[in-house]
């Protein structure tokens, strides 16, 4: 059964870096996302990405924040500069079309020490 | 701000009863409702989805209620099964215009006891 795939699993970085976040969507389906969820809290919605633009975006995804399709494969989150605060598991998550249900990937949990 | 709220972080069963799982949502342009499962260091799994047109959508042994007078919803689990321990999800979209953004539920944890 076709997955979505994310990698690294987990990336531990130091605050200021830049961290690169990559999956893999399932192969059809052209609606991509990104989500993240911190510690005790619940799952936020990041960006949202068509066509090769962004199609939505949150208040947390500011200009620190960058997505990228670079290829027909992968899919991209980068943080540019990252804070003790973006410490958080991050989902990709893909869907057929804009009203199919999302299939989300495993996750990268991001250490910003 | 709680669009989507769990309002049981926990709920424990026998194994072989029925479990259910309770969502209210307040924003009344949601008209699609999800249910996710997750397991420890795995990301959410699809469970069933329910649309605004319908009151009841059944998938095995996987049941969603969709009450929108009351703005509830519920996820039965018939028979409960020990491998459904999980945390569960409810997820809600606004499909105006082009969002299709899901927002969630804190999530309430279902032990199912052998």
């Known amino acids: 059964e076709p997955e979505v795939t994310q990698t690294p699993s987990h990336q531990v970085t130091q605050m200021g870096q830049e961290v690169i976040l990559r999956c893999v969507p399932i192969s059809n389906h052209l609606y991509f996302y990104w989500y993240r969820q911190i510690l005790g809290q619940k799952v936020e919605f990041l960006v949202s990405?068509?066509?090769?633009?962004?199609?939505?975006k949150s208040e947390i995804f500011d200009d620190q924040f960058s997505v990228e399709r670079p290829d027909g494969s992968n899919f991209t989150l980068k943080i540019r500069s990252t804070k003790l605060e973006d410490s958080a598991m991050y989902f990709c998550?893909?869907?057929?079309?804009?009203?199919?249900?999302?299939?989300f990937g495993p996750g990268t949990r991001l250490t910003v020490l | 701000d709680q669009q989507v709220k769990q309002n049981s972080p926990s709920l424990s069963v026998q194994e072989g009863r029925i479990s259910i799982l309770n969502c209210d949502y307040t924003?009344?342009?949601?008209?699609?409702f999800l249910w996710y499962k997750k397991y420890p260091a795995e990301g959410p799994t699809f469970l069933i989805s329910i649309s605004s047109i319908k009151d009841k959508n059944e998938d095995g042994r996987f049941t969603v209620f969709l009450n929108k007078s009351a703005k509830h919803l519920s996820l039965h689990i018939v028979p409960s099964q020990p491998g459904d321990s999980a945390v569960y999800f409810c997820a809600a979209r606004d499909s105006g215009g082009s969002n299709y953004k899901l927002t969630f539920g804190k999530g309430t944890l279902l032990t199912v006891n052998p």
């Open positions: 924003n009344s342009m949601f008209d699609y």
């Open positions: 990405f068509y066509n090769n633009e962004i199609s939505e």
């Open positions: 998550a893909s869907s057929q079309t804009g009203d199919n249900e999302q299939f």
